[in-house]
């Protein structure tokens, strides 16, 4: 039998990590939405990157660059993390490098992994349904690995995990380990409102409301797009 598992931080990743595995990298608020909205409205291909002077360097390379550190927008940068900076007349065909807290580090992280046959994807709400399809489709281990925050479990990327389980679980037979089972258990618990979920659970993302709720709100809204992107060498694509 095929198991999901789930990471609850990259710190934890190296217990983890299997051979012949898909990697579902989620940070749900907002690097993956941010992500999945590019390849929607028509971006080339994204590179990842952990350093902000590394997607300085693509700058002069015509790429256009996006990047934030604790939510907020980095010098000269051309736009920060919010899905809503990927319009289609701003990114289609257009070559990006993107730099953010937590995703892109784990995507890295993930690349850099010596273990054979691993598929890194990119999962959100917004491309839940055909993600799910995918998975199904692959019929491979899973193991969802949330970027969390700084390295600290958070709310929003365990009620994915736990929401993505939960869909999986619907189309196929799965062994489930204990993170995987504290997910779901976050999920079926997380009532009829995820952002109302999120936001009492989440001090962090509460006191950023003022300047984050329209992309948390929209972060958190299933099947948006059904692009599902991928990791080949060090580009993501679809």
């Not at 909205?37 to 996006?66: H, R, W």
């Not at 329209?214 to 809204?221: E, M, N, S, V």
Request: aromatic share 10%.
């Amino acid at each position: 039998m095929k198991k999901i598992n789930v990471c609850l931080s990259p710190a934890l990743y190296q217990f983890y990590a299997e051979n012949n595995t898909i990697v579902v990298m989620i940070d749900a608020i907002r690097a993956s939405a941010s992500i999945c909205t590019a390849f929607m409205n028509g971006v080339k291909f994204i590179v990842p990157v952990s350093e902000i002077e590394t997607a300085l360097s693509y700058k002069k390379l015509n790429y256009i660059i996006a990047g934030e550190r604790n939510g907020k927008k980095l010098n000269g940068f051309d736009f920060g993390n919010s899905p809503f900076n990927f319009t289609e007349e701003k990114i289609k065909g257009e070559k990006l490098a993107f730099t953010t807290t937590n995703g892109t580090q784990a995507v890295n992280l993930v690349k850099n992994d010596k273990h054979k046959n691993t598929e890194l994807i990119i999962g959100s709400f917004i491309n839940i349904s055909a993600l799910t399809e995918y998975l199904i489709k692959k019929n491979k281990n899973i193991l969802i690995l949330c970027s969390a925050w700084k390295n600290t479990v958070n709310i929003e990327d365990t009620l994915f995990a736990g929401r993505l389980a939960h869909l999986l679980l619907q189309k196929q037979k799965f062994e489930t380990p204990e993170a995987t089972n504290l997910a779901l258990n976050i999920y079926k618990n997380s009532g009829n409102s995820y952002f109302n979920f999120v936001i009492n659970n989440s001090p962090r993302l509460k006191s950023k409301l003022h300047f984050l709720e329209k992309d948390i709100k929209y972060c958190l809204t299933e099947d948006i797009t059904d692009v599902v992107p991928f990791l080949k060498n060090n580009e993501l694509h679809i």
